[in-house]
């Protein structure tokens, strides 16, 4: 039998080693700890910090419950946590078997097979929660739940498969690139649930259990709220992990990348050329390697030789640049040994310390340090941030190594298998940091990887390096989808895909336009991508060493592929208002820019099984094309609607099939009651 007690608006639990607490934690929500230290550990991970609020808090001899607004918990004698609505029906419930009391004299006690598991009051063959000691250190921990068979669950961060619906898939928890782990999932059941552990782990969302798994902890911590549509879901969840800042209004049109412009010319050749065609735009990138070695955080001056006019020209010309950030220093930089004494950089538990091997021998920065992230931006500040850059792309954020042996790495707080997932949140958080004190407002910075939270220091996230091909952009629907239920709003892909696609060939002309189309619907539109075949070396010194890719601009796809760009250019910039509503209620609220149709139409059951289509926003419905050869388009229209396809005017009345064409030029989008958007040249 556990003992219960009510203190400091918690309910408190104990049995034998093991400290349980359950408190009001947000609205109609609650946060559910429990660890066997001599105290509970107080990081707050993806929550923001505050005092358990006053909740109803009622404990019973054999049992407790504790009541915040429309979401109730009870433990029962054994410590089994069950979560309930307002209505009385059941959310979530450990999942245990075979209990029995465990008192002396029992004859239950010699129950085949049985035994007490730690931290439990019962005999049991399963416990929901689960400490499996690893010797010398800390925990691998279980938390099990009841699995509703029919249950639809959405959210995680982006993995790179076509599935919507994450029902009866293993889901891996951990950072890689293209991978990222945001563990926050919501319900069609009617509640949200966030992982707050950042350690390695999986969860298998099974058809007869729910399992959360952490390699490597001390404590057991989620946040389960409740609520009646997914929208109030979504704002609850984002009140206790915070929201977007308010995107700035130079970074909502079109993003220009490639892999990579190698001089300070040849990229302002491409700026100046753009204006010229009179196409808009308003970020142009320095990819990777503008710099000598990696950890110099600077400018090459043989290939860059006055970035502060270079800068200046953008900005007349009406143009952001972007520079990228890799978190590497090569063994041969200058910053090496000053970081490696002072214990800046991550640690190897086994082995030779190299994180990466790419263009030499590099480890990564340890931003779980504070001395760390101080030190990096000042660098950055003084070697572009002080020539008038402000935006940042925040690559390899995972961080990304040769291999990825979780279980080698160790940094500030410990070893990566405890708190790996954490990093790229303090890589970002860096950069909002610095550019906050430096005096800007409205903060963003593209980054490779992500976790719950990274949204409140501006995170922009993009889905890393993938093929160029139509079944990886059907992947990338989901990956965003995904994304934006766990509560990263802002989100992009490589237009076309990273690796391969050769503009002089018609089948990749075919993808291409089909993405830019589908880039155009994205909360951030912007072309990235290692096109072959690779250019020839430019220069023999410092990053001249990593080749550049093919043209990567929109008018290296062929004239009629370049009418298309044009149009959809065009588009975009039709769009902003409506987009500027979009992150406004982002950053306000937490709502996603991208949604699934269940997100708006919750009642019409048949949108909880469409994967393919999504809203930009509550009043634009869209349908990439993800096929090769595909020339028309089969979509459900949500019910409750009347929905005015954008290219034809014609009117349809929602809760049907329809077909529609889907030329080369055309990406199905419909207007949502009479809202309009004039798509025509």
């Not at 892999?259 to 142009?284: C, F, N």
Request: proline content about 5%; hydrophobic content about 35%; aromatic content about 14%.
């Amino acid at each position: 039998m556990v003992y219960f007690e009510e203190k400091k608006n918690r309910l408190m639990v104990t049995y034998d080693s093991e400290t349980l607490w359950l408190e009001a934690w947000g609205e109609d929500a609650i946060r559910v700890r429990s660890t066997k230290k001599p105290e509970m550990p107080q990081e707050n991970w993806a929550l923001l910090a505050q005092e358990p609020k006053p909740a109803d808090i009622h404990l019973k001899g054999d049992s407790a419950q504790l009541v915040n607004g429309k979401i109730r918990a009870e433990v029962d004698t054994y410590g089994r946590i069950t979560f309930y609505n307002a209505d009385g029906k059941i959310l979530l419930k450990e999942y245990w078997r075979h209990r029995v009391d465990n008192e002396p004299g029992n004859p239950a006690q010699d129950h085949g097979g049985t035994h007490e598991l730690p931290g439990v009051g019962c005999v049991s063959q399963i416990a929901g929660r689960e400490f499996r000691a690893i010797l010398g250190g800390d925990y691998q921990i279980k938390v099990r739940f009841e699995s509703e068979p029919k249950e639809k669950l959405f959210g995680m961060g982006q993995y790179q498969q076509s599935y919507l619906d994450l029902k009866n898939t293993v889901v891996e928890l951990a950072q890689r690139n293209s991978q990222a782990s945001v563990p926050f999932v919501l319900s069609d059941l009617g509640y949200g649930f966030l992982w707050n552990n950042p350690a390695v782990g999986q969860v298998e969302f099974c058809k007869n259990v729910t399992c959360w798994y952490a390699s490597c902890s001390d404590i057991i911590d989620y946040w389960i709220c409740a609520g009646d549509t997914p929208k109030e879901i979504e704002q609850k969840y984002a009140s206790v992990t915070g929201t977007v800042p308010m995107m700035p209004e130079w970074a909502m049109g079109f993003w220009q990348s490639k892999l990579r412009y190698q001089t300070q010319d040849e990229l302002l050749q491409v700026a100046r050329e753009y204006k010229r065609r009179g196409l808009p735009i308003d970020v142009i990138v320095a990819d990777y390697f503008h710099w000598f070695l990696q950890g110099d955080w600077s400018f090459d001056p043989t290939y860059w030789p006055d970035p502060k006019a270079m800068v200046d020209e953008l900005k007349e010309l009406g143009m952001e640049l972007m520079v990228s950030i890799w978190p590497t220093i090569d063994y041969r930089a200058d910053c090496f040994k000053e970081m490696k004494a002072k214990g800046m950089l991550l640690r190897s538990d086994r082995g030779f310390r190299i994180s990466l091997n790419f263009e030499g021998n590099q480890v990564c920065a340890d931003f779980l340090n504070p001395e760390t992230r101080s030190y990096l931006w000042k660098k950055a500040k003084k070697n572009y941030y002080d020539l008038g850059i402000r935006l940042f792309w925040l690559d390899e954020a995972e961080p990304e190594f040769t291999e990825y042996s979780f279980d080698t790495t160790r940094n500030y707080k410990g070893p990566h298998m405890k708190n790996g997932n954490f990093y790229p949140l303090e890589y970002t958080r860096t950069f909002y940091d610095g550019l906050k004190e430096s005096g800007e407002t409205n903060i963003i910075n593209l980054v490779r990887c992500a976790w719950a939270g990274s949204q409140r220091y501006g995170a922009l996230v993009w889905s890393g390096d993938i093929y160029s091909s139509f079944e990886s952009m059907r992947a990338q629907v989901s990956a965003g989808l995904n994304m934006g239920i766990a509560g990263i709003p802002w989100w992009t892909t490589d237009i076309g895909g990273f690796f391969g696609g050769d503009p002089r060939e018609e089948s990749f002309r075919e993808l291409f336009a089909r993405w830019f189309a589908y880039g155009t619907f994205c909360p951030v539109m912007r072309l990235h991508g290692n096109r072959i075949p690779q250019q020839p070396q430019f220069g023999t010194t410092g990053g001249a060493t990593c080749l550049s890719g093919a043209d990567n601009e929109v008018w290296s796809f062929g004239e009629q592929v370049y009418e298309i760009c044009k149009r959809y250019l065009t588009i975009r910039e039709k769009m902003k208002p409506y987009i500027r509503s979009l992150m406004q209620e982002a950053h306000e609220l937490g709502s996603p820019v991208i949604r699934t149709l269940f997100y708006e139409f919750p009642e019409d059951k048949k949108c909880w099984e469409i994967e393919d289509t999504y809203l930009f926003g509550a009043d634009m419905l869209v349908a990439p094309i993800t096929e090769a050869g595909a020339d028309m388009r089969e979509l459900y229209l949500p019910a409750g609607a009347v929905w005015t396809d954008a290219w034809s005017g014609k009117k349809y009345e929602g809760g049907q099939v329809i077909h529609v064409p889907a030329p080369l030029d055309i990406i199905p989008v419909f207007f949502r009651d009479g809202f309009y958007l004039d798509f025509q040249a």
